[in-house]
């Protein structure tokens, strides 16, 4: 009786020390440099065990044995916690580490930037092509409607909540420009500055000339001229498309109401979707004389206070391009 005893429990240590080296063996594993040669991006699916989840981290490569990250998942006591998503994992990341990873919750983030001045077709078009979403736009976003500027969404976000998510932010820039206007400036409500705005936007890309170009345009409609601005008749040709080639003076008189040179005050409405800096020239223009701008040649543009000046800034502008030819 006493040997049996004796022999269980030798069995017994001999176990727990075969125990022992095989929790070392795993955490030495589990907490050692991993396979990935390159910052790998995988994504979890919801609705997956943490065994599912072992093996697709070793399909993709992340960790050399999914038995043993298991066991190091259940070890950690934190098998019900590993979240899903899609993860960034750096090169040689640990099991741990990615067990750290998968814990956090903190899925990589894409991203999609909408360039100042662009049409809201131009916008369809790249938030169709944006990787990841889900859903397709039922119908291109009404022009001025989409605030420019960088969005950051996750995989499974849909295309209908990036739209919604760029409208409130340009209603509230919109909203919260207007507050802080000019209010000597010849525009009735926030929708005539986002017309102007898109204007201002297209006519240039100098960020400094902006509110020298607005202060053109509150001058022209103080002094009830006609704004006269090439974009906004490319507009009312193409809505919004590339015209692909100058425009004529019979296009000058093409019916439109977009047409700024047939038609006084501003366009039926805005001819792209402005940045915020834009919308700050339009509601707080420079303080000047000017009726009249040109292409400069420099990259910018010649500004002008009376018809003769501006004809020779036009002159000047003319001379440029055939010494260029």
């Not at 004796?6 to 080296?21: E, M, P």
């Not at 809201?120 to 989409?146: C, M, N, Q, Y």
């Not at 093409?254 to 919308?279: E, F, H, M, W």
Request: aromatic share 6%; proline share 5%; glycine share 8%.
């Amino acid at each position: 009786m006493m040997r049996r005893l004796s022999i269980l429990a030798g069995l017994a240590v001999a176990v727990f020390l075969a125990l022992a080296v095989l929790a070392l063996v795993v955490v030495d594993r589990f907490d050692g440099p991993g396979p990935l040669q390159a910052d790998t991006v995988i994504y979890v699916q919801p609705g997956i065990s943490m065994g599912d989840i072992a093996r697709k981290l070793e399909a993709e490569g992340a960790i050399e044995d999914s038995l043993v990250f298991r066991l190091g998942v259940r070890l950690m006591r934190v098998s019900r916690d590993l979240k899903a998503g899609e993860y960034l994992f750096p090169a040689t990341v640990s099991m741990r580490g990615a067990v750290d990873i998968l814990l956090s919750g903190k899925t990589m983030l894409r991203r999609l930037t909408l360039p100042e001045g662009i049409t809201s077709g131009e916008a369809a078009a790249l938030i169709e092509a944006a990787d990841v979403l889900k859903g397709s736009l039922d119908t291109i976003p009404a022009e001025g409607s989409l605030l420019p500027e960088t969005y950051h969404y996750v995989r499974g976000d849909t295309r209908a909540n990036l739209v919604a998510r760029m409208q409130t932010a340009m209603q509230e820039t919109l909203a919260e420009l207007w507050a802080k206007r000019d209010t000597g400036i010849p525009l009735k409500t926030p929708d005539e500055a986002l017309i102007l705005a898109s204007i201002v936007e297209k006519e240039t890309g100098v960020a400094e000339e902006r509110p020298l170009v607005a202060s053109v345009f509150v001058n022209r409609l103080r002094a009830g001229m006609r704004l006269q601005s090439d974009p906004t008749v490319t507009y009312g040709m193409t809505q919004g498309a590339p015209l692909g080639r100058a425009l004529t003076r019979k296009d000058l008189q093409a019916d439109s109401d977009y047409n700024t040179y047939t038609n006084a005050g501003l366009p039926a409405g805005p001819i792209a979707n402005p940045g915020r800096a834009a919308i700050e020239a339009a509601l707080n223009p420079a303080a000047s004389d000017f009726l009249y701008f040109v292409a400069s040649g420099k990259g910018g543009h010649a500004f002008a206070k009376t018809l003769d000046e501006h004809n020779g800034n036009v002159a000047k502008w003319r001379k440029l391009k055939r010494q260029t030819k």
